[in-house]
């Protein structure tokens, strides 16, 4: 929720490309496995082996500020799939995050996850434009106060993960008071803070033609996704979102994988909503003076997003842990999106050992060393697609454990430097 577009506010077809896309990475990885699509799985897909991680993790990051997160993850609960991590936020940004995953309803068929998070204090990068073409200094800053989610869904599958339809719904909402300058420094400060809300539900649909569910090596994973992004005012675009992300597993040599991933996340407009720019900075209450040029600015900005995100809709953002990992979460957002990755893991297979340091407790199954790279490109119309795009590449390690935590640490380059990433799982899930 990086930008005013998010903070204001997928059955649908995906296209010829689309189409095209998901059934040649299916005639790949047939003709590749010599035409047998289901692939042996090599281990047990529901791990109920405990483990648990308890570390204060410091962070200084542009549009979040600096302080600690207070991280307690506790995998496979009572003998069980169920998952729980909780995030206490200390410093510039105040609040909790709490994760439940994978609580068993019928085993091995259905199960519930939830999320819940309370901040009341968050700053936040936004950008000045859409698309590709801002830079590394193009954004100004958002306080946030107040800013509460509720995410609830549930995953059916069957085939031993093979095939799963997964639904959740989610509700937003929140409060931004000021808009600030990259050096901190406010430009707006509203009398009545600005309130967003968004509502969504989405569907998806998992086909899991791999070895393992959780660390993968041979065959092809591909997800569809429908995100339902109904207008909460007359002000407000009616639109959904469909995804489609297929990932490739080739074997390389003894014990090492080759991944190749590719993304396309498109918004599809229903009906528009006010594009009027009048009427839009009324609703944002902006109060700039009459020679404060950079207020004026700022506000420009903000109305020309608003247009495009009413107009167009919002796909899936690019940038974060997932994708394009040199860039900060939801760096890049526009009405269509796409890219391509590729990965080479290489696997130092180890027996299963359990390890307990106290705070970190697991089962020690592997480690990876990968090497990794990435482009994508974000437009309003799919005909401009891909006429602007980035390119990252970087290299990461990640220890693989019996309770199905992937603990993985990247450290990627793109055009505006480096940027870490600190995750419990594989990129592109």
């Given at each position: ?268 407009v229903r009906k528009k909503g006010n594009t009027d720019r ?152």
């Amino acid at each position: 929720m990086t930008t005013f577009n998010k903070l204001h506010n997928t059955v649908g077809g995906y296209g010829s490309r689309a189409t095209g896309i998901l059934l040649g990475t299916v005639l790949f990885v047939s003709n590749a496995s010599g035409g047998d699509l289901l692939v042996d799985r090599r281990k047990d897909q529901f791990p109920t082996t405990s483990g648990r991680l308890l570390a204060p993790l410091p962070y200084s990051m542009p549009g979040l500020g600096e302080g600690f997160f207070l991280l307690g993850h506790f995998a496979n609960m009572f003998a069980s799939t169920t998952d729980l991590t909780l995030l206490q936020a200390t410093g510039d940004v105040k609040g909790t995050d709490l994760n439940l995953d994978q609580i068993p309803l019928i085993e091995k068929h259905l199960y519930v996850h939830a999320e819940l998070l309370n901040l009341s204090s968050i700053q936040q990068n936004y950008y000045d434009a859409r698309g590709m073409n801002t830079g590394k200094d193009d954004y100004t800053l958002l306080d946030i106060t107040s800013l509460k989610q509720r995410r609830f869904g549930l995953d059916l599958t069957f085939f031993e993960r093979r095939v799963t339809l997964s639904v959740d719904r989610s509700h937003a909402n929140g409060e931004l008071d000021t808009v600030r300058d990259p050096e901190g420094i406010a430009i707006q400060e509203f009398a009545d803070p600005y309130k967003f809300k968004n509502n969504d539900t989405r569907w998806g649909l998992q086909l899991d033609f791999t070895d393992d569910y959780q660390d993968a090596r041979k065959g092809v994973r591909t997800n569809l996704r429908y995100q339902n992004r109904p207008a909460l005012s007359g002000n407000d675009p009616d639109y959904f979102v469909t995804e489609l992300d297929a990932t490739v597993f080739t074997p390389m040599f003894t014990t090492d994988t080759l991944v190749f991933n590719i993304f396309q996340s498109d918004a599809h407009v229903r009906k528009k909503g006010n594009t009027d720019r009048t009427a839009i900075a009324q609703e944002l209450g902006f109060e700039c003076d009459s020679g404060d040029t950079q207020c004026q600015a700022t506000e420009a900005a903000v109305i020309d997003n608003f247009v495009n995100e009413r107009a167009h809709g919002t796909a899936t953002s690019l940038g974060g842990v997932n994708r394009l990992r040199a860039f900060p979460g939801e760096r890049f957002n526009g009405a269509h999106v796409a890219s391509i990755g590729a990965e080479y893991r290489m696997n130092f297979v180890r027996d299963a050992t359990p390890f307990n340091f106290s705070v970190w407790r697991d089962t020690h199954t592997g480690i990876q060393l990968a090497f990794f790279s990435e482009f994508g490109s974000v437009a309003e119309t799919m005909n401009e697609l891909w006429q602007d795009s980035r390119f990252v590449y970087g290299s990461g390690i990640r220890l693989v454990t019996g309770s199905g935590a992937v603990y993985r640490f990247d450290l990627a380059v793109g055009d505006e430097g480096l940027q870490p990433n600190l995750f419990f799982y594989y990129p592109w899930n």
